[in-house]
């Protein structure tokens, strides 16, 4: 297949791009390098050093492999680069991860807000207008977020609903509630996608994605210039992967709170059999698909305490300390999210284990040295700062 991956230098767009390539499809990466900048400016990076463009890569893997990955440097929301890869390249698979995905990110203040919510919508927004007038046959596999539901006290379907309402039922899009601007912005795009399958007949699929955690994939492991990024700080690290790096480096876990929040957790290895499997079995015209994309779910804590066990194994003493949350979210709460479609697609998670923690222990300690100590405890607040009273 022709596939166009969206924010091919990512953690997981660049380990998607190659997957796809070693695979023998036709593969084409489009980034703005919207990570790096974000790193540069705030003075962190990746763990993994990683080669310093996307043609570089492009060119390491065919130096490695012998398969070509063509790229594009520019930007999803300026509609000419858009217009002009699609016209050439005439993707039968859109794979979409090219938005800025950090909560903390969009939380930071008013501009870094404001800029992923464009970013994210009008990004979204031209590559469906794209299909619509250049690929209509192309199927989209958008990047969503497990985070677009939030944390209800029912359970959460793959997607819809059925509701009961005065005698009458429908099946409607699941109720959202999620947690930063950064998860509003996938909301918007979700409705938006919807909007395009049911109006113009596109077909989509919108992958609800978990926390990814894992550092090595069946291609980052043939050569270390093909490494994928690996980020650990407090703006662009997630959970598991900020949890193994503290762990090596001697510094205390960081449960937020009492730890009790939940959420699915996928390994990267999985993510990219969950894309593959959406992709090659592609929606049908004016289908809007939305599959629950994690293996299992796990509070903070529980975490915390398979990286501490693990620990021990590997012989590495890990201190868990429950500090302050910057974020306003349930600490405690129900939580049963359904997540069968991908595995009725033929997907066979591979689950966390502790042996598993430990290959991670290894894999980062190779880079122990590149860690910036600085830049692990939380600084981004949702909530604004309290306001001055003034004397009566
Ligand atoms: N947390 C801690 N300690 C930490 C980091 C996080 O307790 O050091 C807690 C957070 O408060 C939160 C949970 O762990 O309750 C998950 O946080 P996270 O930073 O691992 O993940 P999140 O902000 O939810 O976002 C990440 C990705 C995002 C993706 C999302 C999937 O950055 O792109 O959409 O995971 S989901 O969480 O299912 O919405």
Redesign the pocket.
Known sequence: MRILILGGDGYLGWATAMRFSNRGHEVHAIDNYLRRTAHWEAGTDSLTPILGSLPERAEAWRAVTGFEIGVTEGDLTDWDVLEAVCREFEPEAIVHYGEM????YSMIDREHAAFTQVNNVIGTLNVLWAMRDITPDAHLVKLG???EYGTPNIDIEEGFIEINHKGRSDVLPYPKKPG?M??LS?VHDSHNIEFACRIWGLRATDLN???VYGIETEETVLDPLLATRFDYD?V????LN??CVQAVIGHPL???GK?G?T??YLNIVDTLQCVELATLNPAESGEFRVFNQ?TEQFS?VELAYHVQQAGRDYGIEVEVDHTH?P?V?LEEHYYNAKHTKLLDLGLKPHLLSETLIESMFAAIERHKDRVIPDHIM?ATEWRPPARETSPA
């Open positions: 995905p950090s909560a903390p977020t497990m985070g930063s950064y998860h996938k994605q978990g926390v407090e662009f690290g997630t959970a900020r949890f960081t449960v937020y730890g929040q959420r699915g994690f903070v949350n974020r979210e939380p």
